[in-house]
């Protein structure tokens, strides 16, 4: 019963903390960010397990992260306020031209990360992006001009 | 259960800015969130719930027989020191303190120093003596331990001679 109570913990607290430290974390990928994931995931085992290095222990734990799992895309299907608070909203960082500095500055977005998604579009040049999104998982959508 | 939802249509999204009014909303939110996890962080490193620089408390009874430096908050599982300062009678060559049985089963006793010369049950209690050399008038004893219990314990301590000495301690997850 602890185990899955505090496997169960484990998983909001974790989910949270990770929406309240920001988007990019999930999805870039510098050495900065993957030290984050990789301390996360080694803390929450040795917060949940603790001394019970038992099959079972391991697979209470696995199952109820599982169906953790489960009831939260269940819950984020049914209430569309609940999928926003777990998986944020699309957010604008430049249209035509302009950087908007505050959503940049919030998400912790550099230029590079928008040009990168440009080059990676094939587009050479920002002058040729109409809009820049940086999506709910935290990758960067560019929009070309027509 | 309904799976699609009322969206504007994707450019009038785009044009929009998607949903500015939630992300504002929850930039407060994030905000917030942040402020609760370095206020924890902070009473984590002071020592407010255990092994910091304030964690430890004195504590005395009303004899001064017995003195321990104890940490109030503890934390499930985590080693934890009880340090006893206690009087050595006149002219004596041992000590005896007899401790309540939680010490050693809820506290999760693991270690004893000194080593007791003996042990023995009183009265639902354990008796422990330890030999002092002669002339001492204090003996320090450090019982180590990683608490087994969850919310509060209240333990007892004290000397052959003396008042008894009554403390609680609150075990965090």
């Given amino acids: ?146 | 259960m309904e799976v699609i939802h009322d969206d504007p249509p994707m450019p009038q999204e785009i044009a929009a800015g998607f949903y500015p009014d939630f992300e504002e909303r929850w930039r407060w939110a994030e905000i917030a969130g942040r402020l609760v996890m370095l206020a924890f962080v902070l009473v984590c490193a002071l020592g407010f719930l255990g092994h910091g620089p304030f964690s430890e408390r004195t504590l005395a009874n009303a004899d001064h027989s017995i003195s321990i430096r104890y940490e109030p908050i503890v934390r499930f599982g985590a080693p934890t020191i009880i340090r006893f300062d206690t009087r050595v009678p006149p002219d004596g060559d041992r000590v005896a303190v007899t401790i309540a049985k939680d010490l050693v089963d809820q506290f999760g006793l693991e270690s004893i120093t000194p080593r007791p010369a003996t042990w023995e049950i009183a009265g639902g209690n354990i008796r422990l003596v330890f030999p002092v050399q002669a002339g001492e008038s204090h003996a320090l004893i450090r019982f180590t331990g990683s608490p087994a219990f969850r919310a509060g314990i209240t333990l007892t301590a004290r000397l052959d001679a003396g008042e008894t000495l009554t403390w609680s301690q609150y075990a965090v997850p």
């Fill in chain 1, 1 to 146: 019963m602890n185990t899955v109570l505090k496997a169960a913990a484990a998983y909001l607290i974790v989910l949270f903390v990770i929406r309240l430290i920001g988007r990019r974390t999930a999805s870039q990928q510098a050495p900065i960010d993957m030290v984050v994931l990789f301390l996360f995931g080694g803390m929450s085992v040795s917060a949940i397990l603790g001394d019970d290095h038992s099959f079972t222990g391991a697979m209470s734990a696995l199952f109820t992260v599982g169906l953790m799992h489960v009831s939260v895309s269940w819950l984020k299907l049914r209430f569309v306020w609940f999928e926003r608070i777990v998986d944020g909203t699309p957010i604008v960082v430049y249209r035509d031209g302009d950087w908007d500095e505050t959503n940049m500055r919030r998400l912790r977005m550099q230029q590079a990360d928008v040009r990168t998604a440009a080059r990676q579009q094939g587009l050479d040049d920002l002058g040729k992006v109409a809009v820049a999104i940086v999506e709910r998982d935290g990758k960067v959508s560019v929009i070309e001009k027509a």
